[in-house]
């Protein structure tokens, strides 16, 4: 079972950065996909970002050149660097996990709070 326990957010100005944080615990088979999710009040959650275990990166268009994920693989974390934040980035932030091999699964973290103010 595969427990993750994000950690970074927090309140910054807008133009600010932040690194989210995202480790993973337990006994599990590798992970496929890390991944960022951020949901913002009344919204849908949305990808923000993922990394495959090749290291291939994917970003939403929203975040593309301020956002940067990252992994580090001896420690099961993952981060996500967030520069130049604007108030828009404010949003609840979810880290995720996903495996589609037998055995599969796919967990969420708890969720960190990031609020960009103007």
């Known amino acids: 079972q595969v427990q993750l326990v994000e950690s970074g957010g927090g309140l910054v100005q807008a133009g600010g950065s932040l690194r989210l944080s995202c480790a993973a615990s337990?006994?599990?088979?590798?992970?496929?996909?890390w991944a960022w999710y951020r949901q913002a009040p009344g919204k849908q959650r949305e990808l923000v970002a993922d990394?495959?275990?090749?290291?291939?990166?994917n970003y939403a268009d929203s975040v593309k050149g301020r956002f940067t994920i990252s992994r580090d693989i001896a420690k099961n974390t993952v981060y996500l660097q967030m520069n130049s934040l604007k108030p828009e980035d404010t949003a609840v932030y979810y880290c995720?996990?996903?495996?589609?091999?037998?055995?599969?699964?796919?967990?969420w973290g708890q969720g960190t709070l990031v609020t960009v103010s103007s």
């Open positions: 990394i495959t275990s090749g290291g291939s990166t």
């Open positions: 337990g006994n599990f088979f590798p992970i496929d996909t």
């Open positions: 995720n996990v996903d495996r589609s091999a037998w055995p599969s699964f796919q967990v």
